[in-house]
């Protein structure tokens, strides 16, 4: 199994700002996945976390609106910028092994005022 | 594209009565397919998984699921369900053996009423 902590777990911020939440795990990975969960809708992919490489984004989503950090093989980091109310979601961090189960982090709700 | 599709949105039963959650996908290639589950205000749980081997799959709190490769489709079942079995139910599925990425069913939510 993994234990992965998100950080912060939750926030409010202003439109216009950037907000950057922090994932760690107990043991080395290779890969870690955010996902974003709108109020009421599933899980989407926004992106896959490799060490020593860029991010690899999804179909809609880009670097320059969620730059992601991964310097190391049991930490991560997505930022989510210049915020509009429409990024208010759940953002969840994830790990897996092949073929394993994915582990998930607790989440971080944010909201965008 | 891949996708996964589940057909029953919103589902409200009483206790006692039998369960049966669809879940189909896209993908013509091997696949690892998941159900999670989500309590209210709590994060995701795995409920059950399968890889290979036997295609009726059993998992915790007496779910099951069985995956019918000719219809791609890996349903959730319980026989009883219970008041505390409310809850946001999510299909899985992941394409690829090396990256473990999923791609999310759209949720049923399970109400369950005394």
């Known amino acids: 199994s993994a234990v992965i902590s998100q950080k912060p777990s939750r926030d409010i911020c202003q439109r216009g700002t950037s907000l950057t939440i922090q994932c760690q795990v107990d043991?080395?990975?290779?890969?870690m996945f955010w996902y974003r969960q709108q109020p009421g809708q599933s899980l989407t992919l926004i992106a896959t976390?490799?060490?020593?490489?860029?991010?690899?984004?999804e179909s809609g989503f880009v670097i320059d609106k969620f730059p992601i950090s991964r310097p190391n093989l049991t930490f991560s980091t997505l930022t989510v910028s210049n915020m509009s109310p429409e990024d208010s979601s759940i953002y969840l961090c994830?790990?897996?092994?092949?073929?394993?189960?994915?582990?998930f982090g607790q989440g971080t709700r944010l909201t965008v005022v | 594209a891949q996708s996964v599709s589940q057909h029953n949105h919103h589902v409200i039963l009483s206790e006692a009565a039998s369960l049966e959650l669809g879940c189909n996908y896209s993908?013509?290639?091997?696949?690892?397919l998941f159900w999670y589950v989500q309590y209210p205000g709590q994060h995701l749980q795995l409920l059950l998984k399968?890889?290979?081997?036997?295609?009726l799959v059993k998992g915790i709190k007496g779910f099951e699921a069985e995956f019918i490769k000719s219809k791609f489709s890996f349903n959730l079942r319980k026989p009883s369900v219970q008041w505390s079995d409310t809850a946001e139910y999510f299909c899985?599925?992941?394409?690829?053996?090396?990256?473990?990425?999923?791609?999310f069913g759209t949720g049923t939510r399970l109400q369950v009423f005394p």
């Open positions: 976390a490799n060490q020593g490489s860029e991010a690899t984004y």
């Open positions: 043991s080395q990975v290779t890969m």
């Open positions: 399968y890889f290979s081997g036997d295609p």
């Open positions: 994830s790990v897996g092994r092949m073929n394993t189960e994915a582990f």
């Open positions: 993908y013509g290639g091997t696949v690892n």
């Open positions: 899985a599925v992941s394409i690829s053996y090396n990256t473990d990425k999923l791609i």
